[in-house]
């Protein structure tokens, strides 16, 4: 069985420019949550949806957007790069929309801002 | 705003070591907390605890909770080259919909 599938695994960018992430949760998983990881920290929440509808956003500027599609599949888009941007962005999946229990994570994908 | 604190930061140990890993967290209304295992990129789920008291048990690792004292603490016995890993513990907001993690612990075993 496909676990959470994230692309591209590796990518960078210059300041200023944009970037387009990918996720397909497990089959059957209704909910995506995209989560940062900057280097030698845990991963911090971004955003949360489901069923195609925002369910959670976390503390981050506004140049940050998601969105899910009819297959459950999402994207992130990040504009106008900063250096403080590169990051390991994490996608989860989950059954539910409610996360009290486990998420499933992608292997992630690597962004470095230049 | 809900916190999560893990310590040690940073540990090495030898093989056959046991080490404790501590969380400590603050969350409104708790719910579950959850620890996951981070190798290279993909954090893995290990255990979700939510009642006092109650140790569970995979092989080597085991945890336990005191939600009275808001504190966890994840044991790995007989330590392995293998479980080298950044270990990250992690509660979920009121809401559901998303979990806080703390800054993690970085485990070094040494053959």
């Known amino acids: 069985d496909a676990g959470v599938t994230q692309s591209p695994t590796h990518l960078i960018k210059t300041r200023g420019q944009h970037v387009t992430l990918r996720c397909s949760p497990i089959s059957g998983h209704k909910s995506v949550s995209w989560y940062q990881q900057v280097l030698g920290q845990g991963p911090q929440f971004i955003f949360q949806y489901y069923e195609k509808e925002e369910r959670g956003r976390g503390n981050f500027p506004d140049r940050f957007s998601a969105r899910q599609f009819p297959n459950y599949s999402s994207e992130l888009n990040v504009n106008a790069l900063l250096l403080g941007d590169s990051a390991l962005y994490l996608c989860?999946?989950?059954?539910?929309?409610?996360?009290?229990?486990?998420?499933?994570f992608g292997e992630g994908s690597r962004l470095t801002v230049l | 705003e809900d916190k999560v604190v893990q310590s040690p930061l940073s540990l090495v140990v030898h093989e056959g070591d046991t080490v404790t890993l501590n969380c400590s967290y603050e969350?409104?209304?708790?719910?579950?907390l959850l620890w996951y295992k981070q190798e290279k990129k993909a954090p893995t789920f290990l255990f979700m605890l939510t009642s006092s008291g109650i140790e569970k048990k995979s092989g080597r690792l085991s945890s336990i909770l005191d939600k009275k004292e808001l504190f966890s603490i994840l044991n790995i016995t007989a330590t392995q080259t293998g479980d080298s890993a950044v270990y990250l513990c992690?509660?979920?907001?009121?809401?559901?919909?998303?979990?806080?993690f703390g800054g993690g612990t970085r485990l070094m075993v040494k053959p």
């Open positions: 992690a509660g979920p907001n009121n809401a559901g919909n998303m979990l806080t």
């Open positions: 969350v409104t209304n708790f719910r579950s």
């Open positions: 989860a999946s989950s059954l539910h929309g409610r996360n009290t229990g486990e998420l499933f």
